[in-house]
Nanobody
Framework: QVQLVESKGGVVQAGGSLRLSCAAS????????MGWFRQAPGKEREFVAA????????YYTDSVKDRFTISRDNAKNTAYLQMNSLKPEDTAIYYC?????????????????WGQGTQVTVSS
C-alpha cells in the first residue's frame, strides 16, 4: 500500500504563490505517476497536474499550465506543486494521488492512492 500525505495549504492573496508537497511512502515510485487534483464547493473534482516519476515528464490542465509547476524529489519520495499567480478560482481542496498506470491519466478513477486533501483559499 502507498501512503500519501499532503502539506497544509493556507490562505493567499490573489497574485501570490503557494507550494504544496506530497510525501509518499510504502513503495518505490519509479514506475508511477503522481498527480494533483482539486475540488471546489459544488464542483466536480478536476485534474490539475501529474508527473511521471521515472522521467519527470509533466502534464497540466490548461487553466494552470502557465502558472503551476509540478516536480518531484526522488530522495524524499515527495512531489511538489508550485502555484504562482494564484486566482480566486483556484480556491479548492487539493489532493495528491498516485497511479501505477503506464500512462499519467487525467481521470480521478485511474488513481489508486490518495492523500487526505488540503484547503487552498485565494482571496481577492
Amino acid at each position: 500500500q502507498v501512503q500519501l500525505v499532503e502539506s497544509k495549504g493556507g490562505v493567499v492573496q490573489a497574485g501570490g504563490s503557494l507550494r504544496l508537497s506530497c510525501a509518499a511512502s510504502g513503495r518505490t515510485f519509479s514506475n508511477y505517476c503522481m498527480g494533483w487534483f482539486r475540488q471546489a464547493p459544488g464542483k466536480e473534482r478536476e485534474f490539475v497536474a501529474a508527473i511521471r516519476w521515472s522521467s519527470s515528464r509533466r502534464y497540466y490542465t490548461d487553466s494552470v499550465k502557465d502558472r503551476f509547476t509540478i516536480s518531484r524529489d526522488n530522495a524524499k519520495n515527495t512531489a511538489y506543486l508550485q502555484m504562482n499567480s494564484l486566482k480566486p478560482e483556484d480556491t479548492a481542496i487539493y489532493y495528491c494521488a498516485a497511479t501505477s498506470s503506464i500512462l499519467c491519466a487525467t481521470s480521478e478513477y485511474e488513481y489508486e492512492y490518495w492523500g487526505q486533501g488540503t484547503q487552498v483559499t485565494v482571496s481577492s
